[in-house]
Nanobody, 127 residues
Framework: QVQLVDSGGGLVQAGGSLRLSCAAS????????MGWFRQAPGKEREFVAA????????DYADSVKGRFTISRDNAKNTVYLQMNSLKPEDTAVYYC????????????????????WGQGTQVTVSS
């Protein structure tokens, strides 16, 4: 089992940047595919980004491609989401998640394949 703690959210103006962090404790961090999801008020939770166990492969939602960057530091048991050129529509609660999906799968965008979730951190982008 792994415990995840999200942090780094806040209020930022459109065009600004934030970096989210997710610290993991428990089992070996490098065993997990890691992802970020978000949920805006009244909307379904949606995939944002994912990163492979080694950090060598990443995947992004089309809506954030070119603006967000996911990375991980396995020595620090931490995954990051660097968010640049933020837009009001990026406003949501952001959750990190860890997946024990088969090692034949490099990354996954499916929330159902993530086993552990952080508590979420609020990101608000003002226009």
């Amino acid at each position: 089992q792994v415990q995840l703690v999200d942090s780094g959210g806040g209020l930022v103006q459109a065009g600004g940047s934030l970096r989210l962090s997710c610290a993991a404790s428990g089992r070996t961090f490098s065993n997990y595919v890691m992802g970020w999801f978000r949920q805006a008020p009244g909307k379904e939770r949606e995939f944002v980004a994912a990163i492979s166990r080694s950090g060598g492969s990443t995947d992004y939602a089309d809506s954030v491609k070119g603006r967000f960057t996911i990375s991980r530091d396995n020595a620090k048991n931490t995954v990051y989401l660097q968010m640049n050129s933020l837009k009001p529509e990026d406003t949501a609660v952001y959750y990190c998640a860890a997946s024990t999906v088969s090692r034949t799968i490099v990354t996954t965008t499916r929330a159902a394949q993530y086993d552990y979730w952080g508590q979420g951190t609020q990101v608000t982008v003002s226009s």
